[in-house]
């Protein structure tokens, strides 16, 4: 849960470097004052600046610096150095977690992480022995199919299926841990609240059925894995259910699980960058205080991010926030 917490702000942009390298060109190289109403040159000092002219300047350099550091990302340092959010699938598979994740009432993510050794409890020795005996082929493959590697998938669920899982919880808190009483309210909490045997018997019943569900040993709410198509794959288009007591994986090696954290959507994040350091600008006419703005929108979408994940971690897992890191 707490490598999760994690994953949920990391970034594959810099936001602090594009900021730095936006007010060292912008500044420190004087490229701003192209920006003045003087046609075809640099503006004197003093000449009042054109608000479209620093605009298109400023998210021309944001956009040259964001995609820049995410193609280095993409090309160089998630291939040959370490790329966390994979690196997260595979921790998954050597813990023997799996990690379900709706995003919508009928859809969302299959991370897939039974692990494929006989014992996941154990100390380094044996662990380091089990993923030799993995490097050399000697244990089955990670993948939800016997004969496939892909750990990743698209869900997309029945109506039953949803009803089962809510259900199960209704009536109950949806907090983790107990709620404090008056008394505890106003006091400093101390240790950890415990939850509910009630709430934790429906979670064990929750795990009981999602495991049963996806091995999919249940006769009544079925699984079908299926390859994504092509046509599918280019512009998005869910296939399509032919049963409704059928629920369909659709394998994800792509990774399209990412979009649920914010290193998923980092273009939306850089045009939110671009438009706020437009305004900001615009507002004040000073670089300085446009890119410390900006700055700090940064820090507030990130840090609702955080707030907003781990409670919603702790509401769904049922463990108490101060747990989550």
């Not at 046609?39 to 000449?47: E, F, I, K, L």
């Not at 994979?86 to 977690?97: G, K, M, P, S």
């Not at 991370?111 to 154990?122: F, N, Y």
Request: glycine share 8%; charged share 25%.
């Amino acid at each position: 849960a707490n490598e999760w917490t994690r994953l949920q702000t990391a970034r594959k942009i810099s936001i602090e470097l594009s900021l730095f390298f936006l007010l060292f060109v912008m500044q420190g190289l004087d490229v701003e004052s192209y920006a003045t109403r003087v046609p075809g040159g640099r503006g004197d000092q003093g000449t009042p600046p054109d608000l479209l002219l620093r605009f298109a300047l400023s998210t021309f350099l944001l956009l040259i610096l964001g995609v820049g550091q995410w193609s280095i990302r993409w090309a160089i340092w998630d291939r040959f150095v370490q790329d966390k959010i994979w690196q997260f699938v595979d921790l998954l598979a050597v813990a023997n977690v799996s990690c379900f994740v709706l995003v919508e009432p009928l859809f969302g993510y299959y991370l897939h992480g039974r692990s494929v050794h006989p014992h996941a409890d154990t100390d380094m020795l044996q662990l380091n022995l089990q993923l030799k005996r993995e490097e050399e082929g000697l244990c089955s493959r990670r993948g939800l199919k016997p004969d496939s590697d892909v750990q990743t998938f698209e869900v997309f669920v029945t109506d039953r299926v949803r009803r089962s899982m809510a259900e199960a919880f209704a009536g109950f808190p949806t907090r983790g841990g107990a709620q404090p009483n008056k008394r505890q309210r106003g006091a400093r909490r101390r240790g950890f609240r415990s939850s509910p045997e009630k709430v934790l018997e429906a979670q064990r019943k929750v795990n009981a059925y999602l495991s049963d569900f996806i091995g999919g040993t249940l006769e009544k709410d079925k699984r079908e894995i299926v390859e994504k198509q092509y046509f599918h794959r280019l512009i998005g288009l869910p296939p399509e259910m032919y049963s409704e007591s059928t629920s369909l994986f659709v394998e994800d090696a792509a990774g399209n699980f990412q979009t649920v954290l914010l290193a998923g959507i980092e273009f939306d994040l850089l045009v939110l960058h671009c438009v706020g350091y437009g305004i900001f600008d615009a507002a004040f006419v000073n670089t300085n205080v446009a890119v410390f703005a900006t700055y700090v929108l940064d820090l507030i979408v990130r840090f609702t991010r955080h707030m907003l994940g781990v409670r919603n971690i702790s509401r769904k897992t049922l463990m108490d926030e101060r747990f989550i890191m």
